[in-house]
């Protein structure tokens, strides 16, 4: 029985690789009416945040892994001295759920990094800025981030101020804007044993900090797609990461800056569903049972991933009927979540020879079920 | 809520498919234990049998289809008339539930079937061998036959005798002993509207009647791999069948022979999951939802499936490591059946260039995983 804590699409994702392997899931969610709660026979309503919701929810558990980053690391270690399985374990975790002890600990195992410093106050920004680049640079709450919450690119002493005000962040840092040529993702996985495997680098489009579009293989020089894998591997292996691996990188002309890490099957990886020989959801799940890992190859050369957000459209029936029958190699995933304007709500992946094509496809489809186009 | 009778590892296998559509599953299973229950957040306890328990759970359903043939054709009609979908319908249904109304059916259709006669008493038996090649024939119960139940080869009138004082057996047929070179199978889906897809013809390989190895595409002469094609797409419309159709047939040297029918996603295109672009069970979901199907075109040159039937081991941990260890391109898929011997408890497909090396590959699998070898 592999248990996940959180009960959004990541877990939800994670149930069609455990029903092939014969694996049981039970997922902790909020409410009964969670993504993933909707598709997994086992789903106990708890929050995250419960100590005592989270403890019945691990004794059950052979293993306990996560769909998100916020719970306590306090929590997860008195989990462990329960005698619990937690995967990624929280001396892992912590670099996925803290920017400054992220930050650090990448400094001191020499990783590529922007330049960054811990901030308190808007004269240690000014002092940051000014020992640089200048202005503009980029606060970030330590904790608590995602999907572009938590990050705040700032102009100039006034606005670093205002976002400084914001008295329910508990840390932040600042660092340097960077001039990137686009952004990358490093997917891996690694098991408690240590075999590790590395899926093919990626380039991601995030609008508003949020990933809207990802592009297998990125198409970049081979010096930087094996640096990038390289990092993702090494950490890996450094920080003891069980289970998948996401390393948001800044692709640049003098090589690759680590942005962000995730602990958890992650939305630069979802092409890997139906572009991979194993998805990043089975050798998470391999990972965290200590199985050996499956082949992360690309089954086509090429794949396209959009995620479809909220919009205007009550009913998907309709856009269904237009977009599977204009392109009947399209594959569809929806997360069975109420739309709200900019959640993510699906993604569509398309896979083959011609990325400009697959670009166009996934486009036009994520379009249409958005309610965003009607043709 | 598409609702599915029957709790096997078709509806399971189902599920996969419902989480990405956005598609909830309901199951009517006959225990909560039951491979599908296992796996849905909703699931029903009750016999397909009782049309009491299949009102209950047609009344929650937007449309209900199969895991199996086994409903009673009065229950399904009865159904029908308190307004449920029921996709397949029972008029096509009873094609694949009695397989004396299918022979009719298919001679007045010009299908090209085995020679067959309709028989009570051993004296029509001897009647049908003395009036065309003979002894062996081959006796076949009309309705509740599966994985060669239902089905006897008989060699003399005394067999046949034997055979047909089984009293719980509704009615027989006598076909004559196919002299087939392979055995193939034709699967097809198709929606309300008409719309159908064929997938590639596949070679399948039985032992004692169940089927054991499937080999993707069948490599035959490409004029009787679209003959198999054409009667499956022709039966489909002919039929009115909704959802996936499995023509089961005997391939000879004069041509192609329909063996059997079934209205479901069949053991014949399990291959489909790892190995095309839309898999049988989605293709199926969409035809009962009235959506247009998907690409039923293979990822790669082919495909070899082999079952795991129940064998010796009890715990398929360490079978796992061995395998996932040996082969990272193996697809497990494990259905969460007790192990009884000679059933059906999982599969293993890989895919790639090399029919020979597939076949090995999928073959060692699905040995250890019985526990057959340990090496």
């Not at 009960?7 to 969670?34: I, K, Y």
């Not at 940051?128 to 690119?153: M, N, S």
């Not at 479809?308 to 009550?314: A, Q, R, T």
């Amino acid at each position: 029985m592999v248990g996940v804590v959180g009960g959004g699409q990541l877990a939800r994702m994670m149930q069609p690789s455990a029903v092939a392997l014969g694996v049981r899931l039970r997922v902790l969610a909020e409410s009964a009416q969670d993504s993933a709660a909707q598709v997994v026979a086992d789903c106990e309503v708890g929050h995250h945040g419960d100590l005592a919701a989270l403890r019945r929810f691990a004794a059950g558990c052979d293993v306990v892994t996560f769909d998100h980053e916020h719970v306590p690391t306090a929590h997860l270690s008195a989990l462990v001295d329960d005698g619990a399985v937690i995967r990624p374990g929280p001396d892992a975790l912590v670099f996925a759920q803290d920017k400054g002890r992220m930050r650090e600990r990448l400094a001191k195992e020499g990783a590529p990094v922007p330049r960054w410093a811990p901030v308190a106050a808007a004269d240690d920004v000014a002092a940051f800025a000014d020992a640089g680049d200048g202005w503009p640079v980029v606060l970030k709450a330590t904790r608590g981030g995602y999907d572009g919450k938590g990050v705040w690119p700032v102009d100039d002493l006034d606005e670093a101020d205002w976002v400084l005000s914001h008295d329910q962040v508990p840390g932040f840092l600042v660092e340097e804007r960077v001039r990137f040529t686009r952004e990358l993702a490093a997917v891996v996985a690694r098991s408690p044993s240590g075999q590790a495997v590395a899926y093919p680098v990626v380039e991601t489009v995030q609008i508003d900090g949020i990933c809207r579009e990802v592009y297998a293989p990125a198409q970049i020089a081979a010096t930087h797609s094996v640096a990038a894998q390289r990092v993702a591997l090494d950490l890996a292996g450094r920080l003891g990461v069980v289970g998948v691996l996401a390393v948001e990188l800044f692709d640049t002309p003098e090589g690759v800056l680590v942005n962000e890490l995730a602990m958890r099957p992650h939305n630069s990886g979802h092409w890997t569903i139906d572009g991979a020989v194993t998805s990043q959801f089975e050798n998470h799940l391999r990972a965290v049972l200590d199985l050996p890992l499956g082949d992360p190859s690309a089954t086509a050369p090429h794949a396209a991933m959009v995620n479809v957000l909220g919009g205007d459209l009550p009913d998907l029936y309709p856009a269904y009927l237009h977009c599977m029958a204009r392109d009947p190699g399209l594959k569809v995933h929806m997360y069975g979540k109420s739309v709200r304007p900019g959640r993510k709500i699906g993604h569509v992946t398309v896979v083959g020879d011609d990325p400009g094509q697959l670009k166009d496809r996934a486009r036009h489809a994520a379009a249409y079920l958005r309610g965003d186009i009607d043709e």
